[in-house]
């Protein structure tokens, strides 16, 4: 089955860095590579929502929220996924998910971001 596995979720002051990681388990690596990877969160009481894309040529794109402050990165032989964040705010507290562009894939269990002010 593949899976996504997030990790590296943290209680961080505002101000301060995390970088997560999610490994796609299950895939193979001619599926993994050409498929354009995302990271999505979702805030308490709020929709889940897109954050960053990685395409298969590492073209990125940001939502407007984040634009600057975070990095979203791909390591094709690890069939990972990785978002550096840099200058958290409280407004990013939320569980954050990794899945293709289009969330074709299973939802994975996520990691828990916290950023107090």
């Known amino acids: 089955q593949v899976q996504p596995v997030e990790s590296g979720g943290d209680l961080v002051q505002a101000g301060g860095s995390l970088r997560v990681a999610c490994r796609v388990r299950?895939?193979?690596?001619?599926?993994?590579?050409?498929?354009?990877m995302a990271w999505f969160r979702q805030a308490p009481g709020k929709q889940r929502e897109l954050v960053a894309t990685?395409?298969?040529?590492?073209?990125?794109n940001y939502a407007d929220s984040v634009k600057g402050r975070f990095t979203i990165s791909r390591d094709n032989a690890r069939k990972s996924v990785f978002l550096q964040m840099n200058s958290l705010k409280p407004e990013d507290t939320g569980v954050y998910y990794c899945n293709g562009e289009n969330q074709e894939l299973s939802w994975g269990q996520g990691t828990q971001v916290t950023v107090s002010s």
């Open positions: 990685i395409t298969r040529t590492s073209s990125t």
């Open positions: 299950g895939i193979i690596t001619s599926v993994f590579n050409p498929k354009t």
